[in-house]
């Protein structure tokens, strides 16, 4: 089956040409709507061929194997359909009583697959925790149906193909004598069962693609690259099977002042060559409201101070702490008065011995 033709696309074509051709020809060939007997079958058809070029694993293995599983008819990707074009199947089918057949049969996925998504908070609302709406594109249950796939007025019935086996088994006559495999049904996807009528909203499949708004919780103490996992809320699965998770990668976007190393905090702060002398009590940006910091005398350039319990909150319980790290400022300019004021400091403080210059400490050696 030519997917590509069915929607009249390119086997190049986006994903948004692929979605604009859908919704054209859905129109067109909905049983509601459309005149033409085969509407429903048609209908049917394009579904089936949405499905599997609107998702990117499906559409590379049907690129590539001709079937978007291509583990449910051989012995793994790379091999789909070795066994029945070479017969293999068929010789382990005559010789060992049936052991290829438990091989080609792989029961086809009906369970929907996890989906994920990226969203982006602020530092503050890491250290809070935050909930947010993430729009979600996903294969959802089909409300028209409850997801069972079945028209309203229909039942659920076993398949005509298999027999309610989910299985088909091939009768082929070789030179080696008659010769049989098993594979998977492709009309009940290998379940068994079939919708009678299918439903005209999904196809029978149960599910059909919508645009979501699904709520996430982040916790307070999340870091940057860590995953929240919301239950069911990834891909449907078939005909009312179990759905995916969604996977919502959670980035911390860089905060202009504050510096995260694990639980704890770091900011730089600058103080003037009187407070570090004297000490001080400054304030540094925090992460609800400014910190209140003590500045202990005889401070230096490159000296941290610590502030417990001013950090983030940790996942597991606890707080992290604040790290000051103060840089000395020495003034470039300076008025009159201020230069006075600093000569007569300099004097009071003297030079002292290991202030002295180099001349007067080559003079000191060679007199002593």
Same mark, same amino acid.
């Given at each position: 089956?030519?997917?590509?033709?069915? #929607?009249?696309?390119?086997?190049?074509?986006? @994903?948004?040409?692929?979605?604009?051709?859908?919704? *054209?020809?859905? +129109?067109? =060939?909905?049983?509601?709507?459309?005149?033409?007997?085969?509407?429903?079958? !048609?209908?049917? #058809?394009?579904?089936?061929?949405?499905?599997?070029?609107?998702?990117?694993? &499906?559409?590379?293995?049907?690129? !590539?194997?001709?079937?978007?599983?291509?583990?449910?008819?051989?012995?793994?990707?790379?091999?789909?359909?070795?066994?029945?074009?070479?017969?293999?199947?068929?010789?382990?089918?005559?010789?060992?009583?049936?052991?290829?057949?438990?091989?080609?049969?792989? @029961?086809?996925?009906?369970?929907? !697959?996890?989906?994920?998504? %990226?969203?982006?908070?602020?530092?503050?609302?890491?250290?809070?925790?935050?909930? +947010?709406?993430?729009?979600?594109?996903?294969?959802?249950?089909?409300?028209?149906?409850?997801? =069972?796939?079945?028209?309203?007025?229909? @039942?659920?019935?076993?398949?005509? $193909?298999?027999?309610?086996?989910? %299985? !088909? *088994?091939?009768?082929?006559?070789?030179?080696?004598?008659?010769? %049989?495999?098993?594979?998977?049904?492709?009309?009940?996807?290998?379940?068994?069962?079939?919708?009678?009528?299918?439903?005209?909203?999904?196809?029978?499949?149960?599910?059909?693609?919508?645009?979501?708004?699904?709520?996430?919780?982040?916790?307070?103490? /999340?870091?940057?690259? @860590?995953?929240?996992?919301?239950?069911?809320?990834?891909?449907?699965?078939?005909?009312?099977?179990?759905?995916?998770?969604?996977?919502?990668?959670?980035?911390?976007? $860089?905060?202009?002042?504050?510096?995260?190393?694990?639980?704890?905090?770091?900011?730089?702060?600058?103080?003037?060559?009187?407070?570090?002398?004297?000490?001080?009590? /400054?304030?540094?940006?925090?992460?609800? $409201?400014?910190?209140?910091?003590?500045?202990?005398?005889?401070? %230096?350039?490159?000296?941290?101070?610590?502030?417990?319990?001013?950090?983030?909150?940790?996942? +597991?319980?606890?707080?992290?702490?604040?790290?000051?790290?103060?840089?000395?400022?020495?003034?470039? &300019? #300076?008025? &009159?008065?201020? *230069?006075?004021?600093?000569?007569?400091?300099?004097?009071?403080?003297?030079?002292?011995?290991?202030? *002295?210059?180099?001349?007067?400490?080559?003079?000191?050696?060679?007199?002593?």
């Amino acid at each position: 089956m030519d997917y590509y033709a069915v #929607l009249g696309v390119s086997r190049d074509a986006t @994903q948004d040409e692929i979605k604009r051709a859908f919704r *054209r020809k859905a +129109r067109e =060939t909905h049983p509601d709507v459309a005149d033409d007997p085969d509407a429903e079958e !048609r209908f049917k #058809l394009i579904n089936e061929a949405y499905e599997v070029l609107s998702d990117e694993q &499906k559409r590379a293995n049907y690129d !590539r194997y001709g079937t978007p599983e291509p583990r449910a008819g051989g012995f793994g990707a790379d091999y789909a359909g070795f066994g029945d074009f070479f017969g293999i199947d068929d010789i382990f089918e005559t010789f060992f009583g049936g052991v290829a057949a438990g091989v080609g049969a792989r @029961q086809v996925r009906t369970q929907g !697959r996890d989906m994920s998504v %990226q969203v982006t908070v602020t530092l503050e609302e890491a250290a809070t925790g935050v909930e +947010r709406e993430v729009p979600v594109t996903r294969m959802a249950p089909c409300g028209t149906c409850g997801a =069972t796939g079945v028209a309203p007025g229909g @039942q659920v019935k076993s398949c005509p $193909e298999c027999g309610g086996t989910g %299985q !088909r *088994r091939t009768v082929r006559r070789t030179i080696l004598g008659v010769m %049989q495999s098993l594979t998977s049904c492709e009309t009940c996807g290998a379940s068994g069962r079939v919708a009678d009528p299918p439903c005209g909203a999904c196809g029978g499949s149960g599910r059909v693609q919508a645009r979501e708004h699904v709520r996430v919780s982040i916790p307070a103490g /999340i870091a940057d690259g @860590q995953t929240v996992r919301v239950p069911g809320m990834g891909e449907a699965g078939l005909r009312g099977a179990a759905a995916g998770d969604l996977l919502v990668r959670v980035r911390v976007a $860089e905060h202009e002042y504050l510096h995260r190393e694990g639980d704890d905090l770091h900011v730089m702060a600058v103080v003037n060559i009187a407070q570090a002398a004297l000490g001080a009590t /400054i304030a540094v940006p925090g992460l609800a $409201e400014d910190v209140q910091v003590d500045v202990p005398a005889g401070t %230096q350039s490159g000296d941290v101070v610590r502030v417990k319990g001013r950090g983030m909150p940790g996942l +597991r319980g606890g707080v992290g702490d604040l790290y000051v790290h103060l840089r000395v400022e020495v003034p470039r &300019k #300076l008025d &009159k008065r201020q *230069r006075e004021l600093l000569r007569e400091l300099g004097e009071s403080l003297g030079t002292g011995r290991g202030a *002295r210059t180099p001349l007067e400490r080559i003079k000191d050696w060679l007199g002593a």
